[in-house]
């Protein structure tokens, strides 16, 4: 069975909206409100170089598709096979982009023998969902030292109780901390 990983930039108050841009009033915050240091986004390398399959919400899918192919940074991600959970994509333009109608249709993803970790990017409501049907097994968290109030958030308020073990942490120079937390069944 494969692993599947919900990554994401939080916010200390547990807001995932908007890090890099968009509709949130504080848009960018990771970039406008924290210095930058390298060595707190090495996750992202490890986390390009095992995944077999970027797995994305519909509103992240419209963010990313139109930007992500012109990025050199994103070359492997634009080459590995992408699904979008997604009730009403019908033709997706972004090369390998496969549409996914339902959670059963991703449970089946993760009991495919295909190769590498299945990775949730920027998706709050479908890593909701994931969640509330058991199939997140890991969350890889920058927590960023911000606090933004109000937003989308990675944990709904009404999400039953679950348990969860730290199997990495590091703590970096600008504040940001990487939690990797792996769901306990």
């Not at 999400?159 to 703590?171: I, N, V």
């Amino acid at each position: 069975m494969r692993t599947l990983i919900v990554s994401e930039f939080i916010s200390l108050d547990g807001v995932v909206d908007s890090p890099g841009g968009g509709d949130h009033p504080h848009a960018g915050w990771t970039f406008k409100d924290v210095e930058f240091d390298e060595a707190a986004y090495e996750i992202k390398g490890r986390e390009q170089a095992d995944a077999g399959c970027l797995l994305l919400g519909r509103q992240t899918y419209d963010e990313f598709a139109p930007v992500w192919p012109t990025m050199d940074e994103f070359a492997d991600y634009n080459a590995m096979p992408k699904c979008v959970v997604s009730s009403t994509l019908t033709d997706p333009e972004w090369h390998n982009t496969t549409v996914l109608r339902s959670l059963d249709d991703v449970a089946a993803l993760k009991e495919s023998d295909e190769p590498g970790t299945i990775l949730v990017h920027a998706s709050p409501t479908l890593a909701q969902g994931l969640a509330a049907a058991g199939l997140v097994d890991r969350y890889h968290l920058l927590v960023f030292p911000v606090l933004l109030g109000s937003g989308k958030r990675l944990f709904a308020t009404d999400a039953a109780k679950a348990r969860l073990t730290l199997s990495e942490h590091a703590a970096y120079g600008n504040g940001v901390q990487l939690n990797v937390l792996d769901v306990v069944r």
